[in-house]
């Protein structure tokens, strides 16, 4: 029987097991995905799509939007987006936009208790959502798995091929006209499982079979796990700081001078500010990257900033094994010590592509070309720690992706298989490894007696790693991005803290987030998955 009102459950300790046989309907905004608001990715759309003035002028209606959305119509709220976002812009840069730049937006936005619980109804996985549907199709079919989008639909103009800024249809789908929709789309057959975070929501979600709520913030917190919790972002940690933290200040008054680092990935994003303070506080660092035209670019610039910093540039290719393995030979061959290996760089929610060795893309760059790198530099790193007295440090950026990987966590069989491919889930599952592998090299280091730790790490949802393609509106998006998002300062604080705080001395096989102690997922805390993983891996690199 459907569900009725007052009688909705709620997703907290949800089991996603025992659901392949069911199917479900869920909405985008605040369900799926973290943000309730879809304000920002109407921007982001408007800019990229149109221009910045276009992207301004939504700024400024911002005001006007949040009243009528939130004490009028909220129907009436989201035409104004949309009229303003797309009126006049052709439909095909429109459906570019959302293949190629709002993906990576929402993946960094993607809610992992309700995505596990949507991923596991592996019959049939709609989303209802009051947005375009041309604009957010390709995120959730090809990142979240869903099987159809029940939309708005835009009006195109027949001769230009335009959007004309309104809607067809029965108009904006918003409460009944979800209900509506999902009836049509189902038949008979309702929904097994509906899942919403608002009373709009509550018109479809009344007809599925079973109903999952989640929870508004002020509620949520009496039912938050321990594994769940994570700092508020105006608030610090046991550690003294917080999501608002930069590279800078949790890094104050440290001496690194005498280590040597190395940092993957370290000519763009977080990885340049990562290089920078380390150099700031005289770290020697080598920078690993693929462009070295674009590494001596950042080598000049922090040599103006500090003209004593030692900083050298060497070049790495993480999707070639024939890279690393010269990489390392040649900084060997230099006789330089190691103290601290950051492996940083990385490829996030990629097409199916395969590296030049044939490993699935992201996870033989994530994952494998490091695990691959730390191997050849690991004899080293036990020599310096040795002869210097002082503590290495192995750090893996990982990513709160991680929670997002596939079923299985590691899906050994199937790596390479483009049929069973997932982009976010494949990227999830490069990022499971990275703290897998962290952990395992915590077990061996520990039997061993060696004075190394490893430890894992995310960075946080960055601007500039995620608009380094899409520049030319930088300064927009950051202006609507720095709702949600880091800047790079901000993103490499973690890093940093882990590489050079005395309060992180001793302390390996731990997952950091905003520079404090983090709970990972329970795929990532299991030793007999690490261990595989480890065998995996050596069996690769072979």
């Known amino acids: 029987m459907p569900a009725e009102h007052g009688t909705f459950g709620t997703i ?10 069911h199917t479900a309907a869920a909405d985008l905004d605040g369900t799926l995905l973290v943000s309730s608001v879809s304000f920002p990715y109407f921007f982001l759309l408007a800019v990229e799509a149109g221009s910045l003035l276009r992207g301004a002028a939504l700024l400024l209606l911002c005001p006007i939007i949040f009243v009528v959305y939130k004490f009028l119509s909220e129907e009436a709220g989201i035409q104004i987006m949309i009229y303003v976002s797309v009126a006049g812009i052709p439909i095909s840069d429109i459906e570019l936009v959302a293949r190629a730049v709002l993906p990576r937006f ?10 596990r619980i949507f991923r596991a109804c592996r019959r049939r996985r709609v989303v209802v959502t009051a947005n375009p549907t041309v604009m957010v199709d390709p995120f959730v079919k090809e990142y979240l798995g869903g099987d159809r989008v029940l939309g708005t639909e835009l009006e ?25 929709a999902v009836k049509k789309e189902f038949g008979d057959d309702l929904p097994d499982l509906g899942i919403g975070d608002r009373e709009s929501d509550h018109a479809f979600m009344a007809i599925c079979k079973k109903t999952l709520v989640l929870l508004r913030k002020s509620d949520r917190r009496e039912e938050k796990s321990k594994a769940d919790e994570m700092w508020p972002f105006s ?14 200040e949790v890094t104050r008054g440290l001496d690194g001078s005498g280590l040597t680092a190395i940092v993957t990935g370290a000519s763009s994003g977080i990885g340049v500010e990562t290089t920078r303070v380390l150099a700031l506080h005289g770290v020697h660092v080598v920078m690993a990257v693929r462009n070295l035209s674009l590494g001596d670019g950042v080598k000049e610039a922090i040599l103006k900033e500090k003209p004593s910093a030692k900083v050298d540039v060497m070049e790495l290719n993480l999707a070639s094994m024939e890279s690393v393995r010269k990489f390392a030979y040649e900084y060997i061959s230099r006789k330089l010590p190691l103290n601290l290996l950051i492996n940083n760089a990385g490829v996030m929610a990629t097409p199916f592509m395969l590296t030049q060795d044939g490993i699935e893309l992201q996870f033989g760059t994530n994952h494998v070309g490091h695990f691959l790198l730390t191997h050849l530099l690991l004899e080293n790193m036990k020599d310096t720690a040795r002869d210097s007295k002082i503590e290495g440090k192995i750090i893996n950026v990982s990513s709160e992706g991680h929670r997002f990987a596939y079923k299985e966590g590691i899906r050994f069989d199937k790596i390479n298989v483009e049929s069973e491919y997932g982009s976010l889930g494949a990227y999830g599952q490069s990022k499971l490894a990275n703290i897998l592998h962290a952990n395992e090299l915590t077990r061996l280091f520990k039997e061993d007696g060696v004075n190394i730790t490893a430890n894992s790490l995310h960075p946080g949802s960055i601007i500039t790693n995620l608009l380094r393609y899409h520049s030319y509106f930088e300064y927009g998006a950051r202006t609507i991005g720095k709702l949600f998002m880091k800047n790079v300062q901000q993103g490499a604080a973690t890093t940093c803290y882990v590489a050079l705080h005395p309060d992180v001395k001793g302390v390996s096989g731990k ?9 990972p997922s329970s795929k990532a805390k299991d030793a007999e998955l690490a261990q595989k993983l480890w065998d995996f891996s050596l069996e690769l690199i072979q």
């Open 235 to 248: 608030s610090k940690g046991p550690s003294g700081f917080s999501w608002y933290s930069t590279a800078e």
């Open 12 to 21: 907290a300790g949800c089991d996603p097991s025992g659901r392949d046989s």
């Open 511 to 519: 997952y950091f987030n905003n520079s404090n102690i983090a709970e």
């Open 156 to 180: 195109v103009n027949r001769r230009t091929g335009k959007a004309t800024g309104m809607v067809t249809g029965a108009g904006v789908l918003v409460g009944g006209r979800k209900r509506d």
């Open 106 to 115: 929402y993946a960094a936005d993607v809610r992992a208790d309700s995505y």
